[in-house]
């Protein structure tokens, strides 16, 4: 569990770091669906933003009571899950996640969502740690952002220079089974990973079923396949569907 300061980090930094640590077993259970995923699929060798798309087992990693705890802590009793990914970074090629605001691509209303980053490896600054500026999220607004399309990017919307200052940026530092939890709002980017060890980062997305995931909503970031946007399956974690407006069934 968060300890009330930890808690008090969150709301206030927009992000915190707790004590817990995922078991070295789930860790390697992990590991082993990253290689099948990859082994079927080799154009997810570095990011894939819909791994339940093509293998529920991760929804196992979702239900972690000690994570669910956690995420109840920031968010409330009643949580849905919309979304898990993969940032794998692999050594020497792992690309480049530019500085954005997660809200910007999700139809997500009102928006709010939590994200529990997993280390699956060491994530340190020499192999593309997440980087944040404190306190972004704190206007509950989404900024400016830009279309960029250049290739070695992991998404292609990225903040306007104009918002914010990259000098005031933290880096989160994690060991091997750690974790952080981040808000909706919070900037965040990380830098490619140009150092001998992967990096990899597996990514669990929580909202309060006060809001709503809209399926029939557009988003700025749309593909072909299970990456669009509005085709994500919705589960039901914790609770009940607050807005009553929620769809749960599959679609992937």
Not at 6 to 29: A, C, K, S, W
Not at 77 to 98: E, H, M, Y
Not at 177 to 194: P, R, T, W
């Amino acid at each position: 569990m968060l300890t009330p300061d930890q808690v008090n980090q969150y709301h206030r930094d927009g992000f915190v770091t707790p004590e817990y640590r995922v078991p070295e077993t789930v860790l390697t259970d992990i590991r082993a669906a990253h290689e099948r995923l990859v082994e079927r699929h080799p154009e997810f060798s570095d990011y894939c933003s819909a791994l339940l798309a093509y293998d529920p087992w991760y929804l196992s990693v979702a239900r972690i009571p000690e994570i669910l705890d956690m995420v109840e802590q920031v968010m409330g009793q009643d949580i849905a899950l919309w979304n898990c990914s993969f940032f794998a970074k692999p050594a020497r090629v792992g690309t480049k996640t530019p500085w954005h605001q997660d809200g910007e691509y999700w139809p997500i209303e009102p928006l709010a969502t939590c994200t529990v980053w997993i280390a699956v490896d060491a994530s340190t600054p020499d192999n593309g740690c997440l980087q944040v500026i404190p306190g972004s999220h704190r206007e509950r607004r989404l900024a400016t952002h830009e279309k960029n399309d250049a290739p070695g990017l992991a998404l292609n919307l990225e903040l306007s220079e104009t918002e914010f200052d990259a000098s005031e940026a933290v880096d989160i530092v994690l060991e091997p089974g750690q974790v952080s939890l981040h808000d909706v709002y919070l900037y965040h980017g990380s830098e490619a990973n140009q150092s001998p060890n992967p990096r990899r980062g597996m990514t669990l997305r929580y909202m309060p079923t006060t809001s709503v995931y809209c399926h029939d909503q557009p988003t700025r970031f749309q593909r072909e396949g299970p990456l669009v946007m509005s085709e994500r399956t919705v589960f039901l974690m914790r609770g009940g569907d607050r807005s009553g407006k929620n769809d749960f069934r599959v679609r992937h």
